[in-house]
């Protein structure tokens, strides 16, 4: 049971969620136990109960959720699938793409209490919908003593990077570089960068090409993609890290879903470097209905792609 305070209504969509994983032969039988969303279990080919999901999130050594930012159904669920794999595991380490690497001791310092959260969020330099998207995740893992990692590198850096590419790295101030990792692996003939050219050709991920870009466009997409993995690189070190550091702990990683669908991006630097880590891949999808899914299409995203409802927008007021 959930025991701290949240507002708002992503905790009642949450609840809604979780109670598709209570006991009983409802968890494992009736997919459709909750309204807002569908699990699709990529490997069996079939849907699944929430349950499901969250004992195989809990059985493994680091789990990988690729989110929508925008789908508030998605934030509910990745807080119910928080929760519930923490009823399982006593051992949990929160990683967000959300907080930057260099605010871990304004994230530490709130967790342990010692500063109160107008202090911690003037510090941390936290994403837009922050109180109702993360806020509750992260008041979780205060609330049961989990870490948090704070896992990106500093935009400042990445837009350094997207700007001159990645020789830049070598001339950012020695204070900076703690902030990125050690390594850097950015090949141009794999497949993540396949599909990031396509989808910011238009293409989505890795449709069909289309006419060549001009040689300005071929750098422009070049040095987007070298920023791209100094974030990936950033992300998979410090989940690995924190694997390593908390033996028999799994470690729960948010990220935009780009950076862990098809196990690229996040997920490989994680790979590479936490060698023999059971690892999940989640991939959020909202669409408008789910009286027919697009598996077909989205299966090979992750081991499992959960479909949310995706809300009407909230009236203007």
């Not at 136990?33 to 080919?45: F, N």
């Not at 990745?78 to 380490?93: D, F, H, K, T, Y």
């Not at 390594?183 to 238009?202: I, K, N, T, V, W």
Request: glycine fraction near 6%; proline fraction near 7%; include cysteine.
């Amino acid at each position: 049971m959930i025991r701290f305070r949240l507002r708002g209504t992503l905790p009642l969509l949450a609840l809604t969620i979780g109670a598709a994983c209570a006991p009983g032969p409802s968890a494992s039988t009736a997919p459709s136990a909750s309204p807002v969303l569908r699990v699709w279990d990529s490997r069996a080919s079939r849907q699944v109960g929430f349950d499901q999901l969250v004992r195989a999130a809990a059985s493994s050594d680091l789990v990988f959720f690729g989110e929508q930012h925008d789908d508030p159904v998605t934030h509910a669920t990745e807080l119910a699938l928080l929760a519930a794999i923490g009823e399982r595991r006593s051992r949990v380490v929160l990683s967000l793409e959300m907080f930057e690497r260099d605010v871990q001791g304004p994230l530490d310092a709130y967790l342990a209490g010692r500063t109160a959260e107008p202090e911690f969020l003037a510090a941390s330099r936290p994403w837009d919908r922050y109180a109702t998207d993360y806020r509750g995740m992260v008041e979780l893992a205060r609330a049961r003593g989990w870490p948090v990692v704070a896992s990106n590198i500093p935009r400042r850096l990445a837009s350094t990077v997207s700007r001159a590419g990645l020789r830049a790295l070598d001339t950012i101030p020695a204070a900076d570089k703690r902030w990125i990792a050690a390594e850097h692996q950015c090949p141009r003939d794999d497949e993540y960068f396949r599909r990031l050219a396509a989808s910011m050709q238009g293409h989505g991920n890795g449709g069909p090409s289309g006419p060549a870009l001009d040689e300005a466009s071929k750098r422009m997409v070049e040095r987007f993609y070298e920023a791209q993995c100094t974030k990936d690189e950033a992300m998979g070190e410090a989940v690995a890290a924190a694997w390593r550091a908390n033996p028999g702990t799994v470690v729960v990683h948010y990220d935009g879903a780009f950076h862990s669908d098809y196990r690229l991006g996040t997920v490989a630097r994680a790979a590479r470097r936490a060698t023999g880590a059971r690892t999940l891949v989640v991939s959020a999808v909202p669409v408008p209905s789910l009286d027919s899914l697009p598996t077909s299409e989205h299966a090979a995203k992750g081991d499992y792609v959960v479909f949310t409802l995706r809300l009407p927008a909230p009236a203007a007021k």
